[in-house]
């Protein structure tokens, strides 16, 4: 999941930190930046506002908040580059603008240049501790570039900032599975179950399953579910959700499962694939409910076997 994605702020002073420059509530600035928000997707009010914007600056462009607007609009522009020259002026003028910094990580992110995108959002959080989205985005940066420590470093300050985030908490779980270190990672499960009973997953107590992992087999990536309640007549455990090449869509998926059937033969537990040849379940067949790790390891086998058969 990634949260980095941004729209334009109604008024920019509030995204800003309070220790820049508060100016009136008819400063020309924030009225500029409700018209660009009222037209996000319509590209000659957005110049029309760009323009306006570009004529403050002019008047006086000492204010930090006239370049952290522009870089707002730049960036709904599809103009990354400037849009990021723009948050370093205002970061230049106010060196305590926390969200110049995080706005341009967000437009580096976009760009695909994530680790300049981490050292901005760092940048944020040094500034303004508190700034949750500032440390998820940097984790999920640096889980993208597969960097696991700094990513459960950086999802460990976002869910400490916000305990009731499901997903930060769902995201330190991913980052010690990547690490290998299972007993953490199901210490942290069972905080993440808590918060499902408690109502607070997305979807609400209603839930059905989330993505406790993901990982790559070959060239392909893994998204791997578990279901909060498995008890039901027929149900999946832990689902592996294979993407095509691309990453889009689901091309096929591995599940551990479970059936009444089954359960009274006294191997409550399989293993099956499914794709769109149709169903099919293979050994191994467990009797005690098998690890994640244990799953885990019998699916890769199973995806890179149909990976090489395809």
């Keep these: 999941?990634?949260?980095?994605?941004?729209?334009?702020?109604?008024?920019?002073?509030?995204?800003?930190?309070?220790?820049?420059?508060?100016?009136?509530?008819?400063?020309?600035?924030?009225?500029?930046?409700?018209?660009?928000?009222?037209?996000?997707?319509?590209?000659?009010?957005?110049?029309?506002?760009?323009a306006e914007i570009d004529a403050e600056v002019t008047r006086d462009g000492s204010r930090a908040t006239a370049h952290y607007a522009r870089g707002r609009i730049l960036s709904a522009l599809g103009r990354g580059e400037d849009a990021v020259a723009s948050y370093d002026t205002a970061v230049k003028l106010d060196k305590k603008f926390a969200e110049a910094h995080y706005n341009a990580g967000v437009v580096l992110a976009g760009l695909g240049k994530k680790k300049e995108a981490i050292k901005r959002w760092d940048l944020a959080l040094k500034i303004d501790p508190k700034m949750t989205d500032a440390a998820y985005n940097g984790g999920q940066a640096s889980y993208d570039l597969k960097d696991f420590k700094g990513a459960l470093k950086r999802f460990g300050l976002a869910a400490k900032l916000s305990p009731d985030d499901f997903d930060a908490t769902k995201k330190v779980m991913q980052a010690q599975l990547a690490l290998k270190q299972d007993k953490p990672a199901w210490k942290t499960r069972a905080a993440l179950f808590a918060m499902w009973k408690d109502g607070k997953a997305p979807?609400?107590?209603?839930?059905?399953?989330?993505?406790?992992?993901?990982?790559?087999?070959?060239?392909?990536?893994?998204?791997?579910?578990?279901?909060?309640?498995?008890?039901?007549?027929?149900?999946?455990?832990?689902?592996?959700?294979?993407?095509?090449?691309?990453?889009?869509?689901?091309?096929?998926?591995?599940?551990?499962?479970?059936?009444?059937?089954?359960?009274?033969?006294?191997?409550?537990?399989?293993?099956?694939?499914?794709?769109?040849?149709?169903?099919?379940?293979?050994?191994?067949?467990?009797?005690?409910?098998?690890?994640?790790?244990?799953?885990?390891?019998?699916?890769?086998?199973?995806?890179?076997?149909?990976?090489r058969n395809m």
Excluded at 19 to 44: L, Y
């Design 1 to 50: 999941m990634t949260r980095w994605l941004s729209t334009l702020a109604l008024v920019i002073l509030l995204a800003a930190p309070a220790a820049a420059e508060a100016p009136s509530a008819a400063d020309p600035i924030n009225e500029i930046m409700k018209r660009a928000q009222a037209a996000e997707g319509n590209r000659p009010a957005l110049e029309k506002a760009l």
């Design 203 to 307: 979807g609400g107590a209603t839930a059905t399953e989330y993505v406790l992992d993901q990982f790559d087999v070959g060239p392909r990536h893994v998204l791997a579910y578990e279901t909060f309640d498995p008890s039901g007549d027929l149900a999946n455990v832990y689902t592996f959700k294979v993407l095509d090449a691309a990453a889009k869509k689901v091309d096929f998926t591995v599940q551990l499962e479970t059936s009444a059937v089954i359960r009274e033969q006294g191997t409550p537990w399989v293993m099956g694939t499914t794709t769109h040849k149709g169903h099919s379940t293979v050994p191994p067949f467990f009797k005690k409910l098998p690890t994640y790790t244990a799953v885990r390891k019998s699916a890769i086998k199973m995806i890179d076997a149909e990976l």
